[in-house]
Structures are given as C-alpha cells and as structure tokens.
C-alpha cells in the first residue's frame, strides 16, 4: 500500500473535522452546551477526545466554529448583483422564504441559535460573538426595509428581527406550527407598509 499524499492527508483532515463540528452541532443542540462533553462529542464523531484537541483549543473556540459555521451556512444570501438587479419586492420575498426553508431544513443550528440566545449573558464571549452577528442580520434586514422604501426603517427592523426570532421559537416548539402561513402573512404585511415612491 502506497503512502498517503499530503493531498489525502489534508482530505482526511478536513472530514475529520467536519464530522467533530457536525457531532458538536447535534449534541449542543439536543443537550445544550455545559451538558456535553468533549468525550461526547468525540465518541458522536468516531475519533479519539485528544483528537479533537488538534483541530480546536478548547470546548468553547468549538462552540465559537459551530455558530460561524451555521450562520454561513443557514443565514440567506443574496449576491451583490441579484441585489441590484432584482425588484425589492421580489429580494424581500425571497430572504424570508429562504429563512424559513433554513429552519426547516437545518433544525439543529436553529434548535441551537434559540437556546444559545436564551443563555447569552451567561458568557461574555459567546455574548460578543452573537451581537456581531446579531448586527449583521439587522443591518442585512434594514437594508432590505430601506429598498422596500417601509417607514421608520430603524423600528421595523428590530420589530422584523423580533417577529422572525419569535416564529423560529415558536416553530421548534409547537407541533404542526403553520410556518409557510405566517411567514407569508409578515411577508405580505410589510409589502404593503411601502410607501409610495
């Protein structure tokens, strides 16, 4: 048997990994942060606990990996272009549809995003790292109010993150929750708090 290449190696490495953020993703979510161990995690992601030490220097910086992780992935994006091209009207509909297509198909980061929420003042750097992204996100949706030319963009951008953080809720807790109904009515609510132009 011939020798790995440092190509495979690096390959191995990325799965590795991988398979430790997706474990810690899961755990975290299902069991919350201080429930789960570092050997939990380990034994969810087939490797040896010393080994996660290789790709993460603490319990917390893999926290940290697994929220930036998630927000890249599950977040909606819009390209700078579409942004431009598209009618506002048609990029707002679009982000909340895309919102709600990501809580439904990535329930554990969301699962995750609520209970971290919930327990945020509980860890100064957790803290810090969720208020960056909770800036982005807000100034993502202004943006989004300010092309929809919607008063007091300031107000109903918080009021917008808000109803959206409480259909998230709301949605992992209540059995049969009619998540494309809400998600419409806010969607065609703020379509007609335009003013004219």
């Not at 990325?14 to 474990?23: P, T, V, Y």
């Not at 790709?55 to 893999?62: A, V």
């Not at 957790?126 to 208020?131: F, G, H, I, P, S």
């Not at 049969?176 to 007609?192: M, R």
Request: hydrophobic residues 35%.
């Amino acid at each position: 048997m011939s020798p790995r290449s440092s190509k495979e190696f690096e390959q191995i490495r990325k799965s590795r990994r991988e398979s430790i953020l997706n474990a810690a993703l899961r755990l975290f979510a299902d069991k919350g942060y201080r429930a789960t161990s570092m050997s939990h995690i380990a034994e969810n992601a087939g490797v040896a606990k010393g080994l996660i030490y290789n790709y993460f220097d603490s319990k917390e910086q893999l926290l940290e990996d697994v929220i930036q992780k998630g927000f890249d992935s599950c977040m909606p994006q819009i390209s700078e272009e579409e942004f431009t091209k598209s009618a506002p009207e048609t990029i707002f509909k679009d982000i909340l549809y895309m919102m709600k297509e990501s809580f439904k198909s990535h329930p554990h980061f969301w699962q995750l995003y609520a209970r971290l929420f919930m327990q945020v003042y509980e860890n100064q750097s957790l803290l810090k790292r969720m208020d960056q992204y909770s800036r982005k996100y807000y100034d993502y949706l202004g943006n989004l109010l300010v092309q929809l030319n919607i008063p007091d963009v300031q107000t109903e951008t918080f009021k917008l993150a808000a109803l959206l953080d409480g259909i998230l809720l709301h949605y992992l807790a209540v059995e049969k929750y009619p998540l494309d109904d809400v998600v419409d009515s806010i969607v065609n609510e703020y379509l007609h708090k335009r003013k004219p132009s």
